[in-house]
């Protein structure tokens, strides 16, 4: 950074913001939790077939990975905004498990209707909007980034 840039502070995240970003934090270990619990069978039912792994293992992969970005946007509020670009990524990366119950006909989660699995897929999009908004990570990725002093030594 030149003498002449100077660097904006982010302003301080809205009270709604704060709070949506709080009910994703919840969602993702509530949604963790039942990937090892109750709800186990019926998310193997999303994974799909041509994925090379087993079945279980990626759901209970995937739930650990859900509890520790709910777990890290609730207790590490400083880096909210990596937090949020993680579970964008997220919700990015099981998109082809929602594709595949629509595509399938996939029964789970109460979903047993074309309808039905159709509006589960358009809710994803409307997950990563929710997790780069509420925490601040589309801001981030919009801002410029600075250099670094070192980078011309």
Known sequence: MTRHQRSVPASPPSPVRRIAAGLLGAFLVFAGASHLT???EEFAELVP???PLDQDNVVVQSGIVE????TGLLALPASRARWGMAAAV???AVFPGNLHQFLQRRDAFGLDSDAGRLTRLA???LLVLWALWSTGAWRELRSPRPLHRDARR
């Open 38 to 40: 109750f709800a186990r």
């Open 67 to 70: 509890i520790a970005l709910g």
């Open 123 to 125: 809710l994803q999009p």
């Open 49 to 51: 077939d041509w994925v």
């Open 90 to 92: 997220l919700f990015v």
